[in-house]
């Protein structure tokens, strides 16, 4: 009896949910694993298109975003077979940009429970002409072949926090540091070893959760409304540059158009859902106030078409307040029924027996079982089944 009832209970918690509900983001649900393809489309803005509401239950819809170029997919890599850096799952070909030059090097990642954790980064030899930086024609920075880790240890830091639902909060802080050689023949240095020093702090909190809709191609209707969470993050950096131990000066990191102790920040928000290592849409703004973005970009990923709802009925629908307290009314939102025709309202608790079956009145879109028939379920978890006639939509309720 008791394997009988925990299997029940073990079906029940996977049974699909709405957006009425919010989602949780675990190691178990983010597919990230060297062979993944994120799939994106940049996107051009329509005028007027403002920040996300925040909170509970929202209905986001960014249908209205252009395709902006082709689409792009980023490769999760495989690790080397010798070298690199140890535990980690995946590898990204990644460039770094600092003032007016770069290097290129791969980064290391792996999946845990704690979350997406960036590992740290590998560097080949890289000998880079700043010739039109300096006027010197054999002045050069060279990156050094080297390893280099994040944080402490050998965990890295988390570059993505799981789990991730209604409530949660992350702040990530560390630093690296990436050597090479400096020659300007005008400064009288010759393979001089500096330093670059960068400081991160990551912050993503879960502002929201409802259901988005994006663009697909070839579907003028786009995506159907997909369960998400709204995570805004900002990424803030400090630049420091050592020479010779000491820090550079600043008419020289001006050839570079480096500052000392510069400091970039990059605001934007991501819309998470379940199964899924990118986000299905991201909105950059150029300022901490979030409020009228200047870029983005949607999910290309196949499965966006396929993750709709299963009928008009259950298209956007809404319960509320869940999880539900004693002596509170249960009101359905459900703005796909169809008008003047009563909603079959069945009750299924964890052993799937049905606890309460009754048709509720249609008015305005909404409906309401009153109280006096939710003070008969016990805490719990349950399943709501709505029918239309032929149409369908169910999710899970927490009766508290």
């Not at 480096?258 to 990118?278: E, M």
């Not at 409020?291 to 259950?314: H, K, Q």
């Not at 956007?316 to 539900?324: D, E, K, R, V």
Request: glycine content about 10%.
């Amino acid at each position: 009896m008791k394997k009988t009832f925990t299997l029940l209970f073990a079906a029940f918690l996977t049974l699909p949910a709405l957006a009425q509900t919010p989602i949780t983001l675990t190691q178990a649900t983010f597919p990230a694993a060297a062979g993944t393809q994120e799939q994106y489309q940049d996107a051009t803005i329509p005028t007027g298109l403002t920040s996300p509401s925040t909170g509970a239950n929202q209905p986001w819809d960014y249908r209205t975003l252009g395709a902006s170029g082709a689409p792009y997919s980023l490769a999760y890599l495989p690790v080397p077979a010798s070298g690199g850096i140890a535990g980690a799952q995946w590898t990204r070909a990644r460039q770094a940009i600092v003032g007016g030059f770069y290097y290129n090097y791969t980064a290391y990642y792996s999946l845990a429970a704690t979350g997406r954790l960036g590992l740290g980064r590998t560097t080949t030899r890289q000998p880079l002409s700043i010739r039109t930086n300096t006027g010197g024609a054999n002045d050069s920075v060279v990156i050094n072949a080297q390893t280099v880790r994040y944080g402490t240890g050998t965990a890295g830091i988390v570059d993505f926090p799981l789990p991730l639902t209604v409530g949660s909060r992350n702040q990530t802080f560390f630093r690296f540091g990436v050597t090479g050689t400096l020659t300007v023949a005008a400064a009288g240095l010759n393979r001089a070893p500096f330093r670059i020093v960068q400081r991160y702090t990551y912050v993503d909190s879960v502002a929201g959760w409802g259901t988005v809709r994006i663009p697909v191609a070839g579907r003028s209707t786009g995506s159907g409304p997909l369960p998400v969470l709204l995570v805004r993050s900002r990424v803030i950096r400090q630049d420091s540059v050592y020479l010779n131990g000491a820090p550079a000066p600043a008419a020289l990191l001006a050839a570079f158009g480096i500052t000392q102790g510069a400091i970039t920040a990059g605001y934007y928000d991501g819309f998470w859902r379940t199964g899924s290592a990118q986000p299905v849409a991201e909105l950059y703004y150029p300022n901490r106030q979030y409020a009228t973005p200047n870029f983005a970009d949607y999910s290309t990923e196949s499965t966006v078409l396929a993750a709709r709802a299963s009928s008009a009925l259950a298209e956007a629908w809404q319960a509320w307040p869940n999880p539900l307290a004693a002596g509170q009314d249960l009101r359905l939102a459900l703005p796909g029924a169809l008008p003047g025709q009563p909603v079959q309202l069945t009750i299924t608790n964890a052993l799937g027996r049905a606890v309460l079956s009754q048709p509720l009145p249609l008015t305005g879109g909404t409906a309401t079982l009153p109280a006096v028939a939710t003070e008969a379920l016990r805490p719990g978890l349950y399943l709501l089944t709505l029918r239309q006639g032929a149409q369908q939509a169910t999710s899970r309720l927490l009766r508290e």
